[in-house]
């Protein structure tokens, strides 16, 4: 990554291997943090899964 490429800030996002359940990006790389799929995350900007915000009542964001 150059100084210039900005990387997508951490949070629970669709899995990138395709299974379907959200894993934790921590802003540099995937974790081994997973989370089972919530319906109301799904289809959000850019086909994300979830935004740290709407984790943040279910105490899944550290």
Do not use: C, H, K
Not at 18 to 40: A, K, V
Request: glycine share 12%; charged share 15%; net charge negative.
């Amino acid at each position: 990554m150059t100084p210039t490429t900005a990387a997508a800030p951490a949070g629970w996002y669709r899995d990138p291997l395709g299974l379907p359940q959200l894993r934790w990006w921590n802003g540099i790389s995937w974790t081994n943090n997973i989370q089972e799929q919530r319906p109301e995350l799904l289809g959000t900007e850019g086909g994300y899964a979830a935004e740290r915000s709407a984790l943040a009542g279910a105490g899944a964001v550290a």
